[in-house]
Structure formats: structure tokens, C-alpha cells
């Protein structure tokens, strides 16, 4: 698990996450592939992952757009947030591919973070990530699931990861 930075009751309170314009959003959550054998061994329907193992997200009942297959809209929670993938866990910073180079990002969308942007606090969790994600085993994890790396707009890029 990677250590939070947004409080859940921050998370909570915000309308943003899981919520998607488009059923094919670059921003719909990509699964590792051992995620995908985990959520099936959980019994999770193989109808919530798409063939490009994606979450396959659901018609918005309260109105316009998609949100995720695994997301309780009335209590604004995840329901499987206790396995959640790699890439929730990650949010609301991101790994983007840019011109061939693969950067770590955070989106600006989060409340949260607009908040925080130039805090000491924020420096040090992204220092944390960057040790993080250029530890070997996730280098590893990152090359054998380059479907994660992603094309990002109206993002902040933080640092180039050493991929």
C-alpha cells in the first residue's frame, strides 16, 4: 500500500475522483495484471474490467458522464478501497508519458492539492513517492505494466522517473 496523502475526510467531502466525462477517459484507472487476477479471485465480476484492463466504468445514475464500477455514489466511497489498484492509491498524482519520457505528475483537479501546492508537507510526500517509485521492485512492477503510463493533460509534472 502506498502511504495517503489527502485525508479521507478531504477525499471524502470532494465530488471529483471516480467520475468520469467519457466511458473510454484516459483517466479511468488501468490495472496491473496481477490486480486483475486479484479482483477476479475476490469474485469481482470480470464485466468491471475492460479489454484494456481498464475499469469499466457505469452510466452516472444522478445524471451525465460514467463513474467507476467499484464506487458508491451515495456514500462517496470506494467499495473496494481497502484492495484498491495502484493507480487509485497513487491519486491523485500520476505516472505520465511525455515525449518518451515517463514523469511523475499530480493532478491539479484535487482540491486538496491546490491547497497544499508549495507546502512543506507537499515536498515531502513527493519526496517519499519518488524514493518510492524509483525503487527497483517498482521499476519493475511500472516496466511489466507499462499500460499504467499514461498521456496526462492539465497536469504538474513533478519529476521525470528513472524508467
Do not use: H
Not at 495502484?86 to 500520476?94: D, I
Not at 512492477?141 to 522517473?161: F, G, H, R, S, T
Amino acid at each position: 500500500m502506498i502511504k495517503q496523502f489527502i485525508p479521507q475526510e478531504a477525499c471524502l467531502k470532494c465530488r471529483g475522483c471516480c467520475r468520469f466525462t467519457q466511458a473510454d477517459s484516459v483517466w479511468l484507472p488501468c490495472l496491473l495484471d496481477e490486480e486483475i487476477q486479484d479482483l477476479l479471485d475476490k469474485k469481482i465480476p470480470a464485466a468491471t474490467i475492460s479489454i484494456n484492463r481498464r475499469i469499466q466504468p457505469l452510466p452516472n445514475p444522478q445524471g451525465e458522464g460514467f463513474i467507476c464500477a467499484f464506487f458508491a455514489l451515495k456514500e462517496n466511497k470506494c467499495k473496494i478501497y481497502e484492495f484498491r489498484p495502484f493507480e487509485c492509491q497513487l491519486y491523485p498524482f500520476l505516472i505520465n508519458l511525455r515525449g518518451g519520457k515517463v514523469i511523475l505528475t499530480v493532478d491539479l483537479n484535487c482540491p486538496y492539492i491546490k491547497e497544499k501546492l508549495g507546502s512543506r508537507e507537499l515536498k515531502e510526500y513527493t519526496e517519499y513517492l519518488i524514493s518510492l517509485l524509483n525503487s527497483p521492485q517498482q521499476i519493475r512492477l511500472l516496466k511489466d505494466n507499462p499500460q499504467i503510463i499514461q498521456a496526462y493533460e492539465e497536469v504538474l509534472d513533478i519529476i521525470e522517473l528513472n524508467i
